[in-house]
């Protein structure tokens, strides 16, 4: 007769793990599966929200595609609780009273007590079979191995396998029913090795499945690390870019409010002109009133009234002036009122906006002392603009057009730059340079600058670093010193133009050249940006304090010139004056340049125009 246990063993057996059930679970179709079994298979499904039978294939809906609320097989449940309770008791022994079973063979399919296992160790033919503990089955960590007994012959083990009917069968149901009808039958053995042998070829598919999948998941971490990379960059280039153009932004405001500071103390300095006269002539109205007012304290003798006269008549002259003249102080403010803010509306401009309502005129025509002389023009540190002449000198101008003081007059100058501590750097013919302090005494310094016959002439700045850049018309190059002197420390090769005029910018270190009919705008390693040009004029460019660019185009033969405003990159933001008229040059060499203040010296060979706004 058929113990518990093995009663329990046949039938209460999950069908995927091949262990006792735990946390049974029913499906609509009756069978019955691990709750961790169909967790698993349902983690396999397309959809969660059903489960199909590994047995049947009918689906079962899982509520909410959580397989604890399925159906708990109740009575199953209760059995292996029971089984798990109970021992086993020894199937080998003959005697009436079993002993408990300490250990199963797995190959005998026999429980055996302690003796019996003691037994079965020493008989040699069945030494290899494996026993494994009572422990480790109840546990359910090791499925049992057994021969199931045939149900129409128990005194027979199913032996073999019908390949059809995918069921065990012993012997004598092979030979009645299978094979006679033309069933493929094959023995237990060969079958379970076959079996064996299949899912060892899916263990390694799948490992090798698995290894892909990890190693595709590790690529995906690879894209997301590099995803994660690039858009560290694009945050950061973001970032950057916006800190510029907040810079940008602040550097126009900062000009713009430069500009408004120079109207206001124009308008005062004019205000308070015309205050200072004003309370002078009320001072001598009123140092002359008190003198004749003297008069009215003693009787006047005869030479106090001759002076008393005197002093009543020069009191009645001058009160019979014209009193002060509102329309003056009135004209500069209505000027001052005319002066608008007009915002750019295109934003990426990064312009901020301009200062208009005012009109630009020539204020100075200044004849040169030496005429078809001029080769330079550049702004000096105390505000007025330097004139190198190749004939000997550099002449200094204040916005006035006053001639205040020549210095160097015995030096051919062809370039002039300055320091941002006073000192000047000055390029003279044959490409000799020399540095002079801000008192324009020459220092020991040499610079290794290319022959006039190397290189020819060509333009000369200083960038606010305090390198000096020194261009050569004939190589169409750029080299760089340092204040230091000695050798270039680089050079920048011009793309197809000449450096005639060089030009830096405060902010950054880009560069523009003049190329006489080009106004080409270098980046900081000398590669070409931005270019101007228009046909038929002569380009004369000038940086100004706020890095806007100012363009003189000059019509030659017909003696007119144009003055436009850019920003930094060459776009173009207004027209200052159109179509000046100049007294025609005999040489076609012309220069430009911002003063301090905001006026604009225009330089022929032999004149110098100082442009204002009115």
């Known amino acids: 007769m058929a113990t518990f246990h093995q009663i329990s063993s046949q039938n209460l057996e999950c069908p995927i793990c091949l262990t006792l059930f735990n946390q049974p679970k029913s499906l609509i179709c009756s069978?019955?599966?691990c709750k961790h079994c169909l967790q698993q298979i349902c983690q396999t499904q397309p959809s969660r929200q059903n489960i199909a039978c590994p047995i049947c294939r009918k689906e079962t809906p899982v509520p909410s595609a959580d397989v604890s609320k399925l159906q708990t097989n109740v009575p199953v449940n209760s059995l292996v609780d029971e089984v798990k309770t109970k021992n086993p008791i020894c199937t080998v022994c003959e005697m009436d009273e079993k002993q408990p079973a300490v250990s199963y063979c797995q190959d005998c399919g026999k429980y055996m007590c302690e003796s019996c296992e003691n037994i079965h160790s020493l008989w040699k033919p069945v030494s290899s079979h494996e026993v494994v503990p009572m422990s480790e089955v109840l546990s359910g960590k090791v499925p049992l191995k057994r021969r199931r007994k045939c149900k129409k012959h128990p005194n027979d083990?199913?032996?073999?396998?019908?390949?059809?009917?995918?069921e065990y069968i012993c012997s004598k149901c092979g030979m009645v029913r299978h094979l006679q009808a033309g069933h493929q039958i094959e023995e237990a053995t060969i079958h379970e090795e076959n079996l064996k042998e299949n899912i060892k070829k899916l263990q390694d598919r799948a490992k090798s499945k698995k290894t892909?999948?990890?190693?595709?998941?590790?690529?995906?971490e690879t894209q997301r690390n590099e995803i994660t990379n690039m858009m560290r960059r694009l945050n950061n280039d973001i970032d950057k870019t916006y800190e510029e153009y907040i810079q940008l932004?602040?550097?126009?405001?900062?000009?713009?409010k430069c500009q408004v500071k120079q109207w206001s103390e124009k308008f005062e300095k004019e205000?308070?002109?015309?205050?200072?006269?004003?309370?002078?002539?009320?001072?001598?109205?009123?140092?002359?009133?008190?003198?004749?007012?003297?008069?009215?304290?003693?009787?006047?003798?005869?030479?106090?009234?001759?002076?008393?006269?005197?002093?009543?008549?020069?009191?009645?002259?001058?009160l019979e002036r014209d009193d002060p003249d509102d329309q003056s102080p009135k004209g500069v403010a209505?000027?001052?009122?005319?002066?608008?803010f007009r915002r750019y509306m295109k934003v990426n401009?990064?312009?901020?906006?301009?200062?208009?309502?005012?009109?630009?005129?020539?204020?100075?025509?200044?004849?040169?002392?030496?005429?078809?002389s001029m080769t330079c023009v550049t702004r000096a540190p105390d505000g007025k603009m330097a004139v190198g002449l190749v004939d000997g000198g550099i002449h200094l101008y204040p916005p006035d057009g006053e001639l205040e003081q020549t210095v160097l007059k015995d030096v051919p100058v062809t370039g002039i730059g300055f320091l941002s501590d006073g000192r000047s750097v000055v390029r003279e013919t044959y490409n000799t340079m020399s540095l002079y302090t801000p008192q324009w005494e020459k220092l020991d310094v040499t610079f290794e600058t290319m022959s006039e016959v190397e290189g020819d002439l060509g333009g000369l700045t200083v960038d606010r670093d305090d390198n000096i850049y020194v261009g050569?018309?004939?190589?169409?190059?750029?080299?760089?010193?340092?204040?230091r002197g000695g050798k270039a420390v680089r050079e920048i090769m011009c793309d197809g133009y000449k450096p005639w005029q060089l030009f830096s910018f405060h902010t950054t270190g880009k560069l523009i050249v003049n190329d006489i009919a080009a106004v080409v705008c270098l980046d900081s390693q000398g590669k070409k940006e931005n270019v101007l040009m228009k046909e038929g004029m002569f380009a004369l460019p000038a940086v100004c304090r706020d890095d806007s660019v100012i363009v003189a185009w000059v019509k030659h033969e017909e003696g007119l010139v144009s003055i436009d405003r850019y920003t930094r990159d060459l776009q173009h933001m207004c027209t200052l004056i159109t179509d000046f008229k100049i007294v025609k040059p005999q040489i076609v060499w012309y220069y430009l340049q911002e003063f301090e203040s905001g006026e604009i010296a225009f330089c022929t060979s032999d004149r110098l125009y100082i442009i204002d706004a009115m």
Not at 157 to 166: A, I, L, M, S, V
Not at 212 to 220: R, V
Not at 472 to 483: G, H, N
């Open 157 to 166: 083990d199913e032996e073999y396998f019908c390949t059809k009917c995918r």
């Open 472 to 483: 050569y018309r004939k190589p169409k190059k750029i080299q760089v010193f340092t204040s």
């Open 334 to 340: 209505e000027r001052a009122q005319k002066i608008s």
């Open 249 to 256: 932004l602040t550097d126009r405001r900062e000009a713009l």
């Open 31 to 33: 069978h019955t599966f």
């Open 271 to 318: 205000l308070q002109t015309m205050e200072e006269e004003s309370r002078q002539t009320f001072s001598h109205v009123n140092a002359m009133e008190e003198l004749v007012t003297n008069g009215m304290k003693v009787p006047l003798e005869k030479h106090a009234l001759f002076a008393h006269d005197t002093l009543c008549g020069n009191l009645k002259s001058f």
């Open 212 to 220: 892909t999948i990890e190693n595709h998941i590790d690529y995906i």
């Open 349 to 372: 401009e990064l312009c901020l906006g301009e200062l208009g309502g005012y009109t630009w005129d020539v204020k100075a025509d200044v004849k040169l002392p030496t005429k078809k």
